[in-house]
């Protein structure tokens, strides 16, 4: 299954990175029109665990760039993009859901 990223919430705070800010991740199955609501963790097990595609349309061209999981050096998990031809984030420059 692939969803697309359509908007994200962070929580406030001090963060060892602008990722691990992000508490929630909206998304999309554009192949059904099912939407929902995943934490970051949820996030990170569908990516990592389960075989699941998750993705950023970036602005510019259109193109799928993927989600993958990583672990900060504090043992946080999180999900960023795969850096593409863009100097744009593609992740942390969504909407807030």
Do not use: Q
Not at 49 to 70: F, Q
Request: glycine share 10%.
């Amino acid at each position: 299954m692939a969803v697309k990223i359509t908007c994200i919430s962070k929580d406030s705070g001090n963060h060892e990175n602008p990722y691990t800010a992000i508490s929630n991740l909206g998304w999309v199955n554009e192949s059904t029109g099912k939407k929902g609501n995943s934490t970051r963790l949820e996030m990170y097990d569908f990516v990592e665990n389960k075989g699941g595609d998750a993705y950023v349309k970036d602005p510019y061209d259109g193109s799928k760039v993927y989600l993958v999981g990583a672990v900060s050096s504090k043992g946080t998990k999180y999900v960023k993009t795969v850096p593409n031809d863009t100097e744009a984030d593609n992740l942390l420059k969504l909407p807030e859901c």
